[in-house]
């Protein structure tokens, strides 16, 4: 059942413009990061005043339920009218519904936003009836020393791997898959006390089109939106097959058009697209999406990217429409629940997070939530794990598949020198 810090306590939010040019990570916990951050803008949660759990095949539809109670019930005065004011909640789902890691929906004691020249605090309590809110910002605190350690293989060696998507090959070339998604894990260590939004600001510079996420333990970049809503109008970005870039312009070119025509990645990308638009449906008015995808171009990977418009239904939330596309088959595979299966029978490893959501929602519904890629899980004695998959289908190579997975680890293991 979903559980909260406050078990029948109402909540109430006051949000307020205020004067700061502070960077938004030094109000952010060094221990316990709340963030989703993009090119500077965004959200941090300070402390915690509630927290929603919940575990198993219904965990997204239990946990948008009980926020909406929660929502319902709290008094909210926002006076900033921006993305990310008024009451909010950080949020991180498992990606399996066997996994045995809790997804979560925690609301900060303190928030502190920013969207272009506009800053503002929020302050989440208990609702006391009529009590004024003390609304100066927190203390800001200068970033401490970014740690430094490699990742090594943990689950999986690599010949294991390249093992692995040789058997799923087979496997789907003997029609049992159309496409599945095969992960694998690195694993590191650093000092139990590291400041951990050093990491994050690592992240933040190096791939700044990305969000940049910390919830519960779960830290990230993640270039895949899963969707964005705002005013009952959503939009998403699927991303499946990619390119390493190349070394100078010509390289780098020649890389991009490479991914444009290959009809192994645009068949995975039309999968993933199709899964998306079949899920979206039932929770829209009206659902558009461009014919042709576009190539994406990132600090290490060019992605074939189609970008998806939404207008709601009347009483569709962002967190109905995640579990609606959650898993996506950019993140498990194709038919979905043969891709499931046999992640569940192959993978050695539960993912935990990894490719599940993560985000932030507000009062009204509203948020923007990623899919869990390029992260790590940092646990409270220091050890980091970190994950990367890649989409296999009929005509996969093994080593191929094995080198997009170390691309894909790249943001983190960077992050870490």
Not at 193 to 205: G, S, V
């Given at each position: 059942m979903p559980s909260s810090a406050s078990p029948g306590a109402a909540l109430r939010a006051v949000s307020e413009p205020v004067d700061d040019a502070t960077a938004l990570l030094e109000y952010a916990?060094?221990?316990?990061?709340?963030?989703?951050?993009?090119?500077?803008?965004?959200?941090?949660?300070?402390?915690?005043?509630?927290?929603?759990?919940?575990?198993?095949?219904?965990?997204?539809?239990?946990?948008?339920?009980?926020?909406?109670?929660?929502?319902?019930?709290?008094?909210?005065?926002?006076?900033?009218?921006?993305?990310?004011?008024?009451?909010?909640?950080?949020?991180?789902?498992?990606?399996?519904?066997?996994?045995?890691?809790?997804?979560?929906?925690?609301?900060?004691?303190?928030?502190?936003?920013?969207?272009?020249?506009?800053?503002?605090?929020?302050?989440?309590?208990?609702?006391?009836?009529?009590?004024?809110?003390?609304?100066?910002?927190?203390?800001?605190?200068?970033?401490?020393?970014?740690?430094?350690?490699?990742?090594?293989?943990?689950?999986?060696?690599?010949?294991?791997?390249?093992?692995?998507?040789?058997?799923?090959?087979?496997?789907?070339?003997?029609?049992?898959?159309?496409?599945?998604?095969?992960?694998?894990?690195?694993?590191?260590?650093?000092?139990?006390?590291?400041?951990?939004?050093?990491?994050?600001?690592?992240?933040?510079?190096?791939?700044?089109?990305?969000?940049?996420?910390?919830?519960?333990?779960?830290?990230?970049?993640?270039?895949?939106?899963?969707?964005s809503v705002h005013a009952r109008e959503a939009s998403a970005r699927v991303l499946a097959g990619s390119r390493a870039r190349g070394a100078g312009a010509t390289d780098d070119a020649a890389a991009a058009t490479a991914l444009a025509t290959s009809t192994k990645d645009l068949d995975e990308h039309a999968f993933a697209v199709q899964s998306v638009l079949r899920a979206l449906r039932p929770h829209a008015r009206a659902v558009t999406a461009s014919e042709s995808p576009f190539t994406l171009k990132l600090a290490n990977l060019w992605h074939l990217a189609t970008d998806v418009e939404v207008e709601l239904s009347e009483d569709a939330s962002g967190l109905d429409l995640v579990a609606a596309l959650h898993p996506t088959a950019a993140v498990a595979g194709s038919p979905t629940a043969d891709a499931l299966r046999l992640i569940a029978e192959l993978e050695p490893f539960d993912r935990g997070r990894y490719a599940g959501p993560v985000g932030w929602i507000d009062q009204d519904g509203d948020g923007e939530w990623v899919i869990a890629l390029r992260c790590a899980r940092i646990d409270d004695d220091g050890t980091l794990t970190a994950y990367a998959g890649a989409g296999i289908v009929a005509d996969s190579d093994p080593e191929s598949e094995l080198a997009e997975t170390r691309m894909k680890f790249r943001p983190i293991a960077d992050a870490l020198r």
């Open positions: 916990s060094a221990a316990h990061p709340l963030v989703a951050l993009r090119r500077g803008d965004g959200i941090v949660g300070i402390g915690e005043i509630a927290r929603i759990t919940v575990t198993g095949p219904d965990r997204l539809a239990r946990a948008a339920a009980a926020w909406r109670e929660l929502a319902a019930a709290a008094r909210v005065d926002d006076a900033v009218h921006q993305p990310g004011s008024g009451l909010v909640a950080f949020g991180a789902f498992a990606f399996a519904d066997t996994s045995a890691v809790e997804s979560v929906l925690i609301v900060p004691e303190i928030v502190v936003g920013r969207r272009g020249p506009v800053t503002w605090v929020t302050r989440i309590t208990s609702d006391d009836g009529g009590r004024d809110l003390e609304l100066a910002p927190p203390v800001a605190t200068r970033l401490g020393a970014r740690p430094r350690a490699t990742l090594a293989a943990a689950s999986l060696t690599r010949q294991e791997y390249v093992a692995l998507v040789r058997d799923v090959v087979t496997r789907i070339r003997s029609g049992e898959v159309e496409k599945v998604v095969m992960a694998r894990d690195a694993r590191a260590s650093i000092p139990a006390d590291a400041d951990r939004r050093a990491l994050l600001q690592e992240l933040a510079e190096a791939y700044p089109d990305t969000l940049t996420f910390a919830v519960d333990g779960l830290v990230g970049a993640s270039p895949e939106t899963l969707v």
